[in-house]
């Protein structure tokens, strides 16, 4: 009886986890537009809002939008915080260590530097200079690995800071997907501009989920299929990407 | 002209920025519940520390000098995240079976089940008492001092009126305390005030999250007005905002010590 008691209390004190079964949780970053970003009313909006909405408007599931930190993301879904992720998340192996992922449903991006115009940098022989990463992500697995040594790595809470701390001159050069840093560069009127070499890591975005989610991981891909084949996913792009595309036409 | 200032005030306007508007009520509260909590824990802790039980008086030593010396981005951090576990790990004892348990894939909580989803208002409570902790502590001393400080002859007058010990502490000790200890608390409060610019630090997306945010350049127009790196005109708006509280605060204090120093013969009124 008491235990019983204190479950219910527990229970009442907590939300009950287990009432939520019904509606999706996704969580996203908001800060990484045109992927996903807050709008001017202060909501969620961006390609991946618009997608993770037509998949759950195709299995007929009832979603919700969450956001949260880029660098708690997965250890918040991984404790049972929302259910999945929908955040320019590329699939890696290690990542795959941790979490499970949906198929892809942007295809592999490369990634590239950005600088500002008259960079001198050297980029067949990178030494001296600071590269801006957002923190958790494959570029900053892949600086720390590859261009750590001679150059200083400086970590970023959000790609807005990064971007930020460019402009002020804190930061020698960025090194960002490239899907991400496109629409800025066009945008940007000459103050920024691509240098150096595309890298290719990272194979491709897909909306991460813990997996011994193997129901949900079916619906989100059998919808991602559907969308695919529909042109829906590749209309999203389109919309949201400056006409790139198209990449699952049959 | 006007379209500029209809520009701008459509600009200033827009919901996100309402939404920024709106989160400072999250700083005041935080404040305002911080500092309430941190003069309770302040007399707790210096009623222990003047305790005639040695176990008791160590307690209230050891809170006043450990607590102070602890950073309180670090107390910040480590309070609501050690509390949350404490919580999930009782509520796991008693909810778990050895199924979920054997289901659950992450290192913690021990079952799905046991899982505590903090929110904006659990985490805003949890950063209010840690604020009430860490201040509270520097209260403790405060107020420890200012008892010591009230003259004896007054607490010897008062028994000789034949008042009991309860109300000799209430009526005639504690009342007198405050002018005593209201300089030393102003201080506290407005170091309590500074520590709310933390809050983001416990995912409140409150008012410096929001400067960061709406500050930070943007070349898209359509995630909204395409600008530069305006963060410094955000943080002077957040400036702005705390010398207000600051003179605010003075104001109060000083209408505060106006009050408690009614009919009070002392030199520590100045």
């Known amino acids: 009886m008491k235990k019983l008691v204190l479950a219910a209390v527990a229970a009442l004190a907590l939300g009950t986890p287990a009432m939520a079964q019904e509606a999706v949780r996704i969580a996203t970053e908001g800060a990484y537009a045109p992927w996903n970003f807050l709008d001017d009313s202060g909501a969620p909006a961006g390609f991946e809002i618009d997608l993770g909405n037509a998949i759950c408007e195709k299995a007929a599931l009832s979603c919700e939008w969450i956001i949260n930190d880029w660098d708690s993301i997965i250890p918040n879904l991984l404790a049972g915080n929302y259910d999945l992720i929908m955040a320019g998340m590329s699939i890696t192996e290690e990542r795959l260590a941790t979490i499970d992922f949906t198929q892809n449903y942007f295809p592999p991006d490369p990634s590239k530097f950005v600088a500002a115009p008259g960079s001198t940098l050297d980029f067949a022989n990178l030494s001296g200079a600071r590269i801006g990463v957002q923190g958790g992500t494959i570029q900053a697995a892949y600086a720390e690995a590859n261009l750590a040594s001679g150059n200083t790595v400086v970590s970023f809470t959000t790609a807005d800071q990064n971007m930020a701390d460019l402009m002020a001159g804190n930061v020698d050069t960025i090194l960002a997907d490239g899907a991400y840093l496109e629409p800025v560069v066009a945008a940007s009127n000459g103050a920024i501009e691509f240098v150096g070499e595309d890298i290719l890591i990272g194979g491709g975005v897909g909306a991460g989920l813990r997996k011994d989610d193997a129901d949900l991981k079916t619906k989100i891909d059998d919808a991602l299929t559907a969308l695919k084949a529909d042109g829906t996913v590749d209309t999203l792009i389109a919309k949201w990407f400056d006409g790139k595309g198209p990449y699952f036409a049959e | ?270």
């Open chain 2, 1 to 270: 002209m006007l379209d500029d200032i209809a520009f701008w005030v459509s600009y200033l306007t827009n919901g996100k920025h309402l939404t920024w508007y709106a989160s400072f009520q999250f700083t005041i509260f935080a404040a305002l519940m911080g500092g309430t909590l941190a003069v309770i824990f302040g007399l707790i802790g210096a009623t222990l520390k003047s305790s005639r039980h040695l176990p008791l008086r160590m307690i209230g030593s050891f809170y006043s000098a450990i607590v102070r010396g602890v950073p309180d981005v670090l107390f910040f951090l480590f309070f609501p995240l050690a509390f949350e576990q404490a919580v999930e790990w009782i509520v796991a004892t008693q909810v778990c079976t050895p199924e979920t348990i054997a289901a659950q894939t992450a290192p913690w909580p021990p079952c799905r089940e046991a899982n505590w989803f903090l929110g904006t208002s659990e985490y805003l409570m949890l950063a209010s008492v840690s604020l009430g902790l860490v201040y509270g502590a520097f209260a403790t001393n405060v107020i420890h001092g200012a008892m010591r400080s009230v003259p004896h002859g007054q607490l010897e007058a008062a028994r000789a009126y034949g008042m009991s010990a309860s109300q000799v502490l209430w009526r005639v000790h504690i009342r007198q305390m405050w002018v005593y200890a209201l300089p030393g608390l102003s201080n506290v409060w407005m170091l309590i005030v500074k520590a709310t610019s933390l809050l983001s630090l416990l995912q409140i997306a409150d008012i410096v999250l929001w400067a960061d945010r709406l500050g930070a350049p943007n070349f898209l127009p359509a995630v909204g007005l395409v600008h530069d790196d305006w963060r410094w005109r955000y943080y002077l708006v957040l400036f702005v905002f705390y010398i207000l509280v600051t003179w605010l605060s003075e104001r109060a204090f000083d209408a505060l010590m106006r009050r408690t120093g009614r009919g009070i013969l002392s030199e520590a009124r100045g």
